[in-house]
């Protein structure tokens, strides 16, 4: 039964007042939304995101695998969700700054998207990760350690010494001035047709697979630095030394107003973001790609790793 506890009028000042606090309790008691990408590595992030925060005590909703880039960010940018991992890169093409040179560079590249996104949209960007999820050239690993290739001035100097080297790849790598020519240019080689296979349509796991089969000779593939299949197919991402790729490093954003009623998430996600090196994260990518476990069982099990 519902009993009325106050019979008089109330005032419209106190009842303003009731109402303002009936509305901000509400409020304080809504779940963060969390969201993510459709792809694998978007999947394993936002779980990361979620399970951390219902560790930390934050009622969560899940909203994980949500749609690509654009989906995701008008979401988040009209409230509809609270929360997802992005890339620092994309800060070129949500601001139009596809022709700055501060996204090849990492500090730079952060501190831009951080103040953009803030001043006009009200989003904050926590601490990335180490990993950068950028186009790369990766080579067999057999081929990377009899002739000690660990970047693209070591592959450069290879390629100088007349070494056998055939490179799995799309047209848009081979074409676009960003991709190949961009890496030839700034390290001084040049891949002849007798080089190059080129894939049409070609994607990572099509690249990849084509090194790791040696088909038509193939030792070498493009690949995304983070790519859950490099582990387990034994191949190795040429270090972009000279910066040559924009920096795609992921980190956690989040609508200001959520991060002012709950601050402890950047401390909470803080850690688990710090400990996703490149390997780290192209592990985890494969357990799922490669392995088939579930998103949710690899998160739990880095997590755990992690302790308190």
Same mark, same amino acid.
């Given at each position: 039964?519902?009993?009325?506890?106050?019979?008089?009028?109330?005032?419209?000042?106190?009842?303003?007042?009731?109402?303002?606090?009936?509305?901000?309790?509400?409020?304080?008691?809504?779940?963060?939304?969390?969201?993510?990408?459709?792809?694998?590595?978007?999947?394993?992030?936002?779980?990361?995101?979620?399970?951390?925060?219902?560790?930390?005590?934050?009622?969560?909703?899940?909203?994980?695998?949500?749609?690509?880039?654009?989906?995701?960010?008008?979401?988040?940018?009209?409230?509809?969700?609270?929360?997802?991992?992005?890339?620092?890169?994309?800060?070129?093409?949500?601001?139009?700054?596809?022709?700055?040179?501060?996204?090849?560079?990492?500090?730079?590249?952060?501190?831009?998207?951080?103040?953009?996104?803030?001043?006009?949209?009200?989003?904050?960007?926590?601490?990335?990760?180490?990993?950068?999820?950028?186009?790369?050239?990766?080579?067999?690993?057999?081929?990377?350690?009899?002739? &000690? $290739?660990?970047? *693209?001035?070591? !592959?450069?100097?290879?390629?100088?010494?007349? =070494?056998?080297?055939?490179? +799995?790849?799309? %047209?848009?790598?081979?074409?676009?001035?960003?991709?190949?020519?961009?890496?030839?240019?700034?390290?001084?080689?040049?891949?002849?047709?007798?080089?190059?296979?080129?894939?049409?349509?070609?994607?990572?796991?099509?690249?990849?697979?084509?090194?790791?089969?040696?088909?038509?000779?193939?030792?070498?593939?493009?690949?995304?630095?983070?790519?859950?299949?490099?582990?387990?197919?034994?191949?190795?991402?040429?270090?972009?030394?000279?910066?040559?790729?924009?920096?795609?490093?992921?980190?956690?954003?989040?609508?200001?107003?959520?991060?002012?009623?709950?601050?402890?998430?950047?401390?909470?996600?803080?850690?688990?973001?710090?400990?996703? &090196? $490149?390997?780290? *994260?192209?592990? !985890?990518?494969?357990?799922?790609?490669?392995? =088939?476990?579930?998103?949710? +069982?690899?998160? %739990?099990?880095?997590?755990?790793?992690?302790?308190?």
């Amino acid at each position: 039964m519902i009993r009325t506890l106050i019979s008089r009028p109330v005032s419209r000042g106190v009842a303003l007042a009731a109402g303002t606090l009936i509305a901000l309790s509400a409020q304080a008691q809504d779940p963060v939304v969390v969201s993510s990408k459709i792809d694998t590595e978007g999947s394993v992030l936002g779980q990361l995101i979620l399970q951390r925060l219902e560790q930390g005590g934050i009622e969560v909703e899940d909203r994980l695998q949500l749609g690509g880039t654009s989906i995701v960010r008008e979401a988040l940018i009209a409230g509809e969700i609270d929360l997802y991992p992005e890339y620092t890169g994309n800060g070129a093409f949500f601001f139009d700054m596809a022709d700055s040179p501060v996204w090849n560079d990492a500090d730079k590249a952060l501190e831009t998207v951080r103040e953009k996104d803030r001043e006009i949209n009200d989003l904050v960007w926590l601490t990335p990760a180490e990993a950068n999820n950028t186009w790369a050239i990766s080579v067999r690993g057999e081929l990377a350690r009899e002739h &000690d $290739l660990a970047s *693209l001035e070591d !592959l450069a100097d290879y390629l100088d010494d007349e =070494g056998q080297f055939k490179l +799995a790849a799309s %047209a848009e790598f081979v074409e676009s001035p960003q991709a190949l020519p961009a890496f030839q240019d700034a390290y001084g080689f040049e891949l002849s047709d007798d080089q190059l296979l080129v894939l049409s349509g070609g994607n990572t796991a099509a690249t990849m697979r084509a090194a790791a089969q040696q088909t038509s000779g193939v030792n070498a593939a493009m690949t995304y630095g983070t790519d859950g299949g490099l582990q387990a197919l034994d191949l190795v991402v040429m270090d972009d030394t000279l910066g040559v790729q924009p920096v795609y490093q992921p980190a956690p954003v989040v609508r200001e107003p959520v991060l002012e009623r709950y601050p402890e998430i950047e401390t909470l996600l803080e850690p688990v973001f710090q400990s996703l &090196d $490149l390997e780290t *994260l192209q592990r !985890l990518n494969g357990d799922v790609a490669v392995n =088939g476990r579930a998103p949710a +069982a690899v998160a %739990a099990d880095f997590l755990d790793s992690l302790g308190d």
